[in-house]
């Protein structure tokens, strides 16, 4: 006989924040522009409510799925990005967050270089576009202040773990390196005090490799190597890097 519950039940969703990192240039696709800019994924929502209003990708979480799922799913359906890992964010309850009834999302937060994934909206959502986390339209939902919290969060984590190489492409320049953190930071970081402290780092690797196509010097690349800084972090290894 199926148990029964004595108390109302709050619907359960997922939201996903997912932050990438674009030239300020629209022409050019290189990190090595003067500046970059930290960008979020935002769907347009085609159902009510909210219709019409941009959003998180996200939804209800089904009863046969946990979690980690939902939001994988929710993230496909919605802009077509497939992300590997997916870092639980927080928890969202406000009592009137959704003017449907009572739901507790679940936020998630990722960081890709949006050059490597191509969007394409589906289900509920209408559009699936980047913007510039310093100018976000009117969101639907308490979406902004989802966006605050993981902006808080990477800012915070970028410090002391090497999340941030999750923006960059595979090989990348140190003036690219500089500037991620940069533009995630918002402040700028003193050039010679910032590359010796990359030089001290054995996950940091040098390439034989250079950049192509620029009209100056070209610069070494570089890539990051995750056994070596897994096998440095299990030997309470600390990065500390800005």
Aim: hydrophobic share 45%.
């Amino acid at each position: 006989m199926p148990y029964s519950y004595e108390f109302e039940r709050p619907a359960l969703a997922v939201d996903c924040v997912v932050f990438g990192l674009r030239p300020s240039a629209q022409d050019s696709a290189a990190l090595s522009q003067p500046s970059s800019r930290l960008v979020v994924l935002l769907i347009e929502r085609a159902l009510q409510p909210f219709e019409g209003r941009w959003a998180l990708p996200g939804g209800f979480v089904r009863i046969d799925e946990t979690l980690d799922r939902a939001a994988e799913r929710e993230l496909v359906e919605e802009s077509g990005l497939s992300i590997a890992y997916l870092e639980q964010l927080y928890t969202f309850g406000e009592l009137k967050r959704d003017p449907r009834e009572r739901v507790v999302s679940v936020a998630y937060f990722a960081l890709v270089n949006p050059v490597e994934h191509v969007l394409a909206a589906g289900t509920d959502a209408a559009k699936a576009e980047w913007f510039d986390v310093s100018t976000l339209p009117s969101l639907a939902f308490d979406h902004g202040k989802i966006i605050e919290v993981a902006l808080e969060r990477l800012r915070s984590k970028v410090r002391y773990r090497p999340i941030g190489f999750g923006l960059l492409p595979e090989l990348f320049t140190l003036t690219q390196l500089q500037k991620m953190y940069e533009t995630i930071l918002d402040r700028p970081l003193d050039k010679r005090n910032f590359r010796k402290k990359i030089a001290s780092l054995e996950f940091v690797v040098a390439t034989e490799d250079t950049e192509r196509g620029v009209p100056r010097r070209a610069a070494r690349l570089f890539r990051f190597d995750q056994a070596a800084y897994d096998a440095l972090s299990r030997q309470g290894f600390d990065l500390e890097l800005i």
